[in-house]
């Protein structure tokens, strides 16, 4: 062995059991030394006379949770991963898997190559590489449907779920399971197997796919839920391709395939996408966040509300405020209402709900918010009645208490500028409905403190989000983004592309909804009411003067049956000549000459427009990364995980395509729309 395997992978003897250790922080990922330590580490050992039984187990908080993501894109270097499973499945003593935490990827690979698996009862195991636009490459479709059954072994191939342990004892996945001491009691199961001298390894290769399963009515299922991923479609035909043939050939099969995702573009994307979360929750200041135990919240409505659910399921307690105490008891109902919806659907126990809802309370009563550690607002968005609110605050909250807005336009800094303690006050933007949508905008204002910057991260970490920091602009950068999107989807409206032609281009590239079933979904008139407030720029042809003359049609959205579509008795969203007519006037009433738009200019502009507005946002200061706009986008409004996000994209095509591209859409429709935007962020 040499010194990196040495640390990485070491052995142990006790009496007549072989332990290797795993211990490779921070999740035991098979690096090219864990790799050689393992094959190392099992060769000794089966050499080892003394030695009748192997355990494999893992140091730290997980056994091995998969192949090594920092070494993809790399040179692959041997040992490879699918010779280091062969290599243990053929050793010719029993080799047991000690699980706990998450064993996924090739981790789950390596415990399906080990002759018997035991597993502490919280375990859980997973074959996630869809997530990562791949397929298991070292055996794993080939040994999941051998030991767990097509079904199950599709289920889990497919959808790239993590299983817990106690799901999968039925189905022959584990050997023991254990409440505690896992540790202990691998050895003591190794010692039982001396014991009883059952000294041959059982090999799940050698096992054959049993079962009569259907597999051709299991794969429209799969390739419905793909939604336009490929590699679940490629896990299926891996696995029905190779049910029949020997673990060699499947796997031979697999590892073709997987080579060939590998390389694709959608893994590079849904890999970028892995890379951007983690990077996002990164801060490069270092201050201690602060203990927040008790929660304010102002406004009872669906914000308020389901912000409340979101911290009261992640085990804070919650003092909700309202004007009246019957909008409290709106607000108190409606959170409890979302309880009770979790457990209707069977997300959460009615006992963890109830534990949920002991921890809220309400009151008309500012005075009640004196000793929460943190408060959110969640009202009206108007600036003097937040003004007017963070002063109120400003009198009740104790000293240390971070105060913040859920605004998803308003100037920050103008509202902390009339308190005491502008360096308390924070934005906290969460998107609708908060108790499920994974995005948090942190809005860093001009006098945000450090550790208050780091206090409402960690406080996004505890409530599951993904927590990405901005700064101060209008609409920071997600909305911000959002509104240059849908200008630039207005115009070409009004430019003769049809309501169902742009969503259908829209959603036929990846988006989860088109933009017009979004505004219909949402109501028009929000939007138009907002942006009303200013006169609309006399320049700016396009700027959402299509929504304009729906609202001044009475066509709000789908809450008058008709906004961009007509809603039928069915509630589906109809085509109506009547818009596009309306359409063909406004535009006529502007100067614009309507022509035929096709799927590809749509995609082309609305993207682009996204990558404008987003180097914009990079030289402005307002995003740390440019990665950051893509967690944004990937769990705020829907782009599809698989092309990574609007910079992905962009960077996909290369600083000098989209400065050139940029540059024709200037020339096209003037500086105004598409300005000057710095193409240098994407390096
Ligand atoms: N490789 C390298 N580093 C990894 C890693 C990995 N696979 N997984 C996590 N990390 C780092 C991560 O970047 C972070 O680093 C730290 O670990 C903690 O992660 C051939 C093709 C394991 C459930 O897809 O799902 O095997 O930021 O903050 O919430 O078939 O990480 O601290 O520097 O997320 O407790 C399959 C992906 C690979 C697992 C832990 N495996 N990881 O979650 O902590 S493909 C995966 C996760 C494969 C074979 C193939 C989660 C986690 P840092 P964390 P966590």
Redo the contacts with the bound molecule.
């Keep these: 062995m040499n010194n990196e395997n040495q640390t990485a992978v070491t052995i142990e003897h006790r009496n007549h059991v072989g332990l290797v250790t795993v211990n490779y922080a921070?999740?035991n990922?098979?690096s090219q030394a864990v790799r050689a330590g393992l094959v190392d580490a099992i060769e000794q050992l089966e050499a080892d006379f003394n030695t009748k039984v192997i355990v494999i187990r893992c140091e730290g908080?997980?056994f091995i949770?998969?192949?090594?993501?920092?070494e993809f894109g790399k040179p692959p270097t041997a040992p490879f991963?699918p010779d280091v499973v062969n290599r243990i499945e053929a050793c010719e003593k029993p080799v047991i898997a000690s699980l706990f935490g998450?064993s996924?990827?090739?981790?789950f690979?390596v415990a399906l190559a080990c002759h018997y698996r035991v597993a502490i009862n919280s375990a859980k195991v997973g074959?996630?590489?869809v997530?990562?636009g791949?397929?298991?490459?070292?055996g794993?479709t080939q040994r999941s449907m051998r030991l767990l059954g097509p079904k199950q072994a599709l289920d889990m191939v497919t959808s790239g779920k993590?299983v817990g342990v106690t799901a999968l004892k039925d189905s022959g996945l584990t050997d023991a399971i254990f409440e505690k001491d896992l540790d202990k009691n691998t050895i003591a199961f190794a010692e039982q197997l001396i014991a009883e001298g059952k000294l041959t390894p059982r090999r799940v290769g050698e096992m054959n796919v049993l079962g009569d399963f259907d597999w051709q009515a299991a794969k429209a299922g799969i390739v419905k839920k793909a939604r336009g991923k490929d590699a679940p479609v490629v896990a299926f035909d891996v696995m029905e391709k190779t049910q029949a043939m020997s673990i060699s050939d499947g796997m031979a099969y697999e590892r073709e395939q997987?080579l060939i995702l590998r390389k694709s573009e959608q893994s590079a994307a849904l890999i970028h996408a892995?890379?951007a979360e983690?990077a996002a929750?990164?801060l490069s200041i270092d201050a201690k966040p602060l203990d927040v135990v008790k929660v304010g919240i102002i406004g009872g409505g669906n914000m308020g509300s389901g912000i409340a659910t979101a911290f009261l399921s992640s085990k804070f307690s919650v003092q909700l405020i309202e004007q009246t105490e019957e909008a409290l008891e709106g607000g108190l109902g409606r959170i409890k209402g979302n309880f009770a919806g979790n457990v209707k659907r069977g997300r959460m126990s009615q006992q963890a709900a109830d534990d949920c809802v002991a921890q809220l309370n309400g009151s008309i009563d500012y005075q009640t918010l004196a000793d929460c550690d943190l408060v959110i607002e969640a009202v009206f968005e108007d600036i003097d009645v937040k003004k007017t609110l963070f002063a109120k605050l400003d009198d009740v909250c104790k000293a240390d208490a971070i105060l913040a807005t859920n605004t998803s336009y308003l100037d920050i800094d103008e509202i902390a500028a009339t308190i005491s303690r502008p360096q308390q006050v924070v934005g906290m933007h969460f998107f609708s409905p908060a108790n499920i949508m994974k995005l948090m905008e942190v809005v860093k204002a001009d006098k945000t403190s450090d550790q208050v910057v780091a206090t409402a991260m960690n406080v996004g970490k505890k409530l599951k989000k993904v927590s990405v920091l901005v700064g101060v602009c209008f609409g920071f950068a997600g909305n911000r983004m959002y509104t240059r999107y849908g200008r630039e989807i207005q115009q070409m409206l009004l430019e003769g592309a049809t309501v169902e032609q742009i969503d259908k281009a829209m959603t036929g590239w990846g988006m989860a909804m088109g933009p017009l079933a979004v505004q219909d979904l949402s109501g028009i008139d929000i939007g138009h009411n907002a942006r009303s407030a200013q006169p609309f720029p006399e320049h700016d042809q396009g700027y959402f003067r299509a929504a304009a003359t729906m609202v001044e049609a009475g066509r709000l959205g789908r809450k008058t049956q008709a906004g961009f579509y007509t809603y039928g008795e069915d509630g589906k969203p109809q085509n109506d000549p009547q818009v596009e007519e309306l359409l063909r006037a406004k535009a006529k009433s502007l100067g614009i000459t309507q022509r035929k738009i096709d799927a590809e200019e749509i995609v082309d502009r609305a993207l682009f427009a996204l990558i404008s507005e987003g180097l914009a946002l990079m030289e402005a200061g307002i995003v740390q990364r440019l990665s950051d706009i893509d967690v944004i986008w990937l769990h705020g409004y829907g782009f599809p995980r698989h092309k990574g996000g609007p910079m992905f994209q962009a960077q996909q095509l290369g600083d000098v395509n989209v400065a050139n591209s940029l540059a024709d859409l200037q020339n096209q429709f003037g500086e105004d729309i598409w300005p000057i935007t710095d193409t240098d962020a994407m390096g």
């Design positions: 921070p999740v990922a098979l908080r997980t949770a998969g192949a090594d993501i920092k991963l998450t996924l990827g090739g981790g690979e074959l996630p590489e997530n990562l791949l397929i298991p490459g070292a794993g993590h997987f892995f890379g983690k929750s990164k």
